[in-house]
């Protein structure tokens, strides 16, 4: 069984609709790496399987959590799941620590919460929680407020914190995009080593395709508040189906290019989405099929929301090489 399954989730605010028909399985263990552009609806996804749209956003389809329907409970239900069994991870550790609380005290409070800790245990477990995502000093280190930590330390006290519950899903938004490329590593490394211990199931969210790539097992790709192209890992990033995709990957730094490739045109807003296919106005394969919007389908694991998946790989803006005279 999956442990989490999304299926027609839609978010609203008012007449606009920035998460548009999503429908995603996570089983125990499994990483989903999310990419795409900033404002493509992957966050508000995250949120809206954490419960947590901001009003007066409207949520419709169905959460099932281990097979048990989320959407529609109450918000007493609801935080007893956020915390425990769905954790969030987010980009900025500020976001999530309360700056007035030393850090020990917030883990153990997640503690004595969820899983009903006195306060004594509660606190020696939340140096145990330290210590074991390689927060030095732990015991010290416990007592100091956020801003008394680098970022890499918050960002361990973030991921301690999601991991104290032992929770069956973690949705990572963002967790390494504040940090170095070293601190980047041991992120996603110790998050690894966590979710190998636990079975914890993982969505990150990422706009790095590098990242997601390292440690992914599944990847879906996000455009205009859709999934446009899901599948195994090496599938979708050794050989993407669908133009947008496509372009994304290309557009990625190499050493030997002096000019990158880029997708013509700009990211529609939600308020005014083309007819058909979202990314029509900036395809190159677009036609008067593309007028209608086509369904996410596919076989063998791979599903790509386009007309032209079967068709030739047309590349977008190829990329422009410069002799070492020029």
Same mark, same amino acid.
């Given at each position: 069984m999956a442990v989490l399954e999304a299926s027609d989730l839609r978010v609203r605010f008012g007449e606009t609709e920035v998460v548009r028909g999503v429908c995603l399985r996570l089983d125990p263990g499994e990483t989903l790496g999310v990419v795409g552009e900033s404002g493509c609806g992957k966050s508000m996804t995250g949120y809206a399987l954490m419960g947590m749209v901001p009003r007066p956003g409207r949520v419709t389809g169905s959460i099932l959590l281990e097979g048990r329907e989320l959407l529609g409970r109450p918000e007493a239900e609801w935080r007893s799941v956020r915390g425990a069994q769905i954790a969030l991870v987010m980009q900025d550790p500020f976001a999530s620590l309360n700056p007035v609380m030393r850090v020990g005290d917030q883990i153990?409070?997640?503690?004595?919460?969820?899983?009903?800790?006195?306060?004594?245990?509660a606190r020696d477990e939340a140096v145990s929680l330290l210590r074991q995502v390689g927060v030095p000093d732990a015991e010290r280190s416990a007592r100091k407020y956020p801003h008394q930590m680098s970022g890499g330390q918050r960002q361990r006290v973030v991921i301690a914190t999601a991991f104290a519950c032992r929770p069956k899903v973690l949705i990572a938004d963002e967790p390494t995009t504040a940090l170095d490329v070293t601190l980047q590593a041991q992120i996603l490394r110790l998050i690894e080593d966590l979710q190998e211990q636990e079975g914890t199931a993982v969505i990150l969210i990422s706009h790095d395709i590098g990242v997601v790539a390292a440690v992914a097992d599944r990847v879906a790709v996000f455009y205009a508040g859709r999934i446009v192209e899901e599948g195994p890992a090496e599938a979708v990033l050794r050989s993407p189906a669908h133009p947008y995709a496509r372009a994304l990957l290309a557009a990625m730094p190499r050493p030997?290019?002096? +000019?990158? $490739?880029?997708?013509?045109?700009?990211?529609?807003?939600?308020?005014?989405?083309?007819?058909?296919?979202?990314?029509?106005? +900036?395809? $190159?394969l677009a036609d008067a099929r593309c007028l209608e919007d086509p369904e996410l389908r596919g076989s063998g694991g791979l599903r790509v929301a386009c007309w032209h998946a079967e068709g030739p790989k047309v590349p977008i803006a190829p990329p422009k090489t410069r002799s070492p005279e020029s």
């Open positions: 153990a409070e997640v503690l004595e919460l969820h899983r009903g800790m006195g306060r004594r245990q030997h290019l002096q +000019r990158l $490739p880029t997708i013509p045109g700009q990211p529609p807003r939600f308020e005014d989405l083309p007819q058909g296919c979202a990314f029509r106005p +900036r395809c $190159p």
